[in-house]
């Protein structure tokens, strides 16, 4: 009581010194890590003020700082029995209120015995139960990195391990596996690939996010050993939190750019501070770069895309606390067949096609915490849709379209999911929970064949099926040096009858304050894409058969080890070696070729027939050396190196497509303090990425020409690679802070040099000749925004 009112009278003082300066309020909530129950009295000092600047949380585990001069801070958390938590470099702007909502360990000390420890790992990740593989992705992170664009996507790219697949989009490879393996989740539930311009059927990414940093709050990433709650994923997790709109003002921010404008509004709702609402609206077009010379995707129809997201909380005294959750994206493009037949060069100039994309979700979320204490219940319901269109048309000489191929593919989703997580003391938490899918789906595709001179209906199925999960996860902290983390998943597919079970474990040994070990082990698994297995096949009697409809789903086991050393204050080392074996992989059955692995795939659809297999291994060594950012600049440096194998009976162990051997990135930058005052903020980041290139299928040049048409050396595939990727990025960033609002300008270059890495290549058949597929060149993206 003695220190809360010491600390309250030196914040009076304090609001009446500096009531001249340009200041922002910072508030919050501080609750236990495990039980989610708020923290009463708990302190929050911003560290090396003079005079002190601090508060203490209400009965409700709320804080209030008023009146803090703009610029970056470290913040101390203390609470008696409670490991301390530092924040470091919180930027305090006057454009909007900052917001810290905090969790904190309870030590395993004695309370006389209680010692002051930092979170030293300033990207630990937010959910306890990981051990290993896992980072957390700040929002001014997505927004500092050059080139990350306010996309998470493109963000971890500069991690350790993870590269782009391709420059137009945002999918990503991790650790040699194929982008399909990725698992995005949006408070604690599965969600649809959130990214506009969809890859198709199965993607994990797309041309540009559809989710908006104003809505996210900071979220985790992970890249193996996922612990028991993860479901569905073979090698990476987005795990997705959003943030709660200001509670107790209206705030606004606008943005212009080449890329469209964006909108977003939060507040209380009807003046009250138990409920607020927070909304985002973009709309998009690329038609800007491609009047001025830059082409995205080489596109006539100029893309266009817009979403909406938004977030709504209501909190109660008796019921607990709901929030209303959701995300809507629309996007389309496409290309137009040249008009006038005495142009045509080449036979893809009589060609065309748009294509469509749609992305929805819808989620209620229940959180309760019993009257014990020690236990809290989460409940969330959604509901999902995805929808992926495509129509490819040829135009002939009379100048009327015929379509070559149109593919129509919905998926609509609904999940429920509900945990409960108990505290039985300061060493033991328990969380177990289950979750249910119905996932109904309609599935039309129709491609030309040319030998028959027709369109031919590939598959047309429509119907649901249901999903079934359920886990059990237990933390025992053994000491205050050694945390075991131990799980298991149940699974079933109700659509081919397959029960899987996945045990999970972790561990992190603290040496000391400077070194930690960590180590992860498991079994995962992830399914294809309902159109897999309903693929259609027409039997000798004329009945249509879906042969896949009993394929198993890919299993994988991990194992992960992993050292840090904190050798420095603000700086980390830290290294993981890891070794992942697939199994019971979809091999196409009678495959002559030993290509076709779903390793390989990405998200294309296929009428192949499939069985349970192939294997594959994924295993290398990951550095990284960092500067967390601190006395105005940070940077990170990362490298990586593996192999991807897979194997198909009765061929060769090979390459996979995505086996490019090595990764090498560095992002780095620094801010300076300029104007009159030093209260505007100048940013320069830059990124360099050099990675192997993808493994490719060489072309036989001399068969190619014989046949006028593409020849493919399958007994060589994937022993030649494109050549190696490089690449530059560029951000420059300037904030201005007035007194009732501040604005930044910003301009990220992707591929700052324009280089043109190559792709892969293909036979022209009108030249007679390989050709190079090179990836985007020089994206500039500027942006005007206001914070108010």
Do not use: C
Not at 206 to 224: N, Y
Not at 570 to 595: H, N, S
């Amino acid at each position: 009581m003695k220190k809360s009112l010491i600390v309250f009278l030196l914040n009076i003082f304090y609001l009446t010194a500096s009531s001249q300066n340009l200041t922002q309020s910072v508030k919050g909530n501080i609750i236990d890590l495990d039980t989610q129950t708020p923290l009463p009295g708990a302190t929050i000092i911003i560290e090396n003020s003079n005079p002190i600047i601090g508060t203490s949380t209400d009965l409700n585990g709320d804080f209030h700082l008023l009146s803090v001069p703009v610029g970056r801070y470290n913040f101390i958390i203390s609470y008696m029995g409670y490991e301390d938590v530092i924040l470091n470099e919180i930027l305090v702007s006057t454009g909007r209120e900052v917001v810290l909502n905090i969790s904190m360990k309870e030590s395993l000390k004695n309370i006389e015995e209680v010692v002051v420890i930092a979170n030293k790992d300033k990207r630990k990740s937010i959910n306890s139960m990981t051990t290993v593989s896992s980072r957390q992705i700040t929002i001014e992170e997505t927004s500092r990195i050059a080139a990350g664009i306010n996309d998470p996507g493109r963000t971890v790219q500069s991690y350790a391990g993870v590269a782009a697949f391709d420059d137009e989009n945002n999918e990503i490879v991790v650790r040699g596996n194929s982008p399909r393996g990725v698992l995005w989740r949006m408070e604690g539930v599965e969600i649809p690939n959130p990214n506009h311009f969809s890859n198709g059927d199965a993607g994990s990414g797309g041309g540009v996010s559809a989710l908006s940093t104003e809505v996210l709050a900071s979220s985790d990433f992970m890249t193996g050993a996922f612990p028991a709650e993860y479901g569905n994923a073979l090698s990476g997790v987005f795990d997705l939190k959003l943030r709660k709109g200001n509670s107790d003002k209206r705030e606004y921010s606008f943005q212009l750019g080449v890329l469209g404008i964006q909108a977003a509004a939060e507040g209380p709702i009807a003046n009250t501070k138990q409920a607020s609402y927070l909304i985002n609206y973009r709309y998009s077009t690329l038609t800007l770069l491609n009047k001025i010379g830059i082409d995205i995707g080489d596109s006539d129809i100029y893309p266009e895309y817009q979403d909406v997201s938004f977030n709504i909380n209501l909190t109660t005294k008796k019921l607990g606390r709901f929030s209303l959750f959701g995300l809507g994206g629309l996007s389309e493009a496409g290309d137009l067949p040249v008009g006038d037949s005495t142009d045509w060069v080449y036979r893809s100039d009589t060609y065309g096609e748009t294509e469509d994309h749609k992305v929805a979700l819808m989620g209620l979320t229940h959180n309760y915490i019993l009257k014990n204490n020690k236990t809290y219940i989460k409940t969330i319901v959604l509901y999902s849709y995805n929808n992926n269109s495509l129509i490819e048309d040829s135009l002939g000489t009379n100048y009327i379209s015929s379509v070559t191929e149109d593919e129509d593919i919905s998926y609509s989703t609904l999940t429920l999911s509900s945990y409960v997580n108990h505290k039985f003391n300061a060493k033991h938490i328990l969380r177990t929970g289950i979750v249910y899918h119905n996932k109904s789906f309609h599935i039309h595709v129709k491609d030309f064949n040319f030998d028959e001179n027709q369109l031919i209906t590939e598959i047309d199925h429509s119907g649901s099926t249901d999903v079934y999960e359920s886990y059990l996860q237990w933390k025992f902290r053994i000491n205050s040096k050694f945390d075991l983390n131990s799980g298991v998943r149940y699974i079933y597919h109700n659509l081919n009858n397959e029960q899987v079970i996945e045990p999970r474990i972790g561990a992190s040994w603290r040496l000391n304050n400077k070194h930690t070990i960590n180590i992860g082990a498991g079994l995962h698994s992830r399914s294809e894409p309902i159109s897999f297995y309903l693929a259609e096949k027409q039997s000798t009697n004329g009945d249509i058969e879906t042969p896949n409809k009993n394929v198993g789903i890919t299993k994988a086991a991990h194992i992960v080890l992993g050292y840090n050393w904190n050798f420095k204050n603000d700086f980390r080392l830290k290294t993981e070696v890891y070794y992942q074996y697939l199994y019971d992989v979809p091999v196409m059955k009678g495959d002559t070729t030993g290509i076709a692995s779903a390793l390989n795939f990405s998200s294309e659809f296929t009428s192949e027939i499939y069985e349970n297999k192939g294997t594959g291994k994924n295993y290398g060594i990951e550095l990284t050396f960092e500067k967390f950012f601190s006395r105005n600049y940070y940077f990170m440096l990362t490298s990586s190196l593996f192999e991807s194998k897979y194997k198909i009976p009765e061929f060769e162990e090979r390459n996979t497509l995505f086996n490019g051997k090595y990764i090498l990135s560095f992002a780095g930058g620094k801010e300076f303090l300029v104007g009159k005052t030093r209260k505007n903020v100048l940013g320069i980041n830059i990124r360099t990425i050099l990675r192997g290139g993808y493994r490719t299928i060489p072309i036989d040049l001399e068969q190619s020409r014989l046949r006028n048409n593409e020849y493919l050396i399958n007994d060589q595939a994937y022993e030649t690679k494109a050549p190696d990727y490089f690449r530059i990025d560029l951000g420059v960033s300037y904030r201005k802070n007035k007194p009732k609002y501040s604005w930044v300008l910003s301009l990220d270059v992707q591929n700052l040099t324009n280089r043109e890495n190559i792709w892969d290549q293909y036979y022209d058949e009108e030249k007679g000749t390989l050709e190079d597929i090179t990836m985007v060149g020089l994206i500039p993206i500027l942006n005007y925004r206001i914070e108010f």
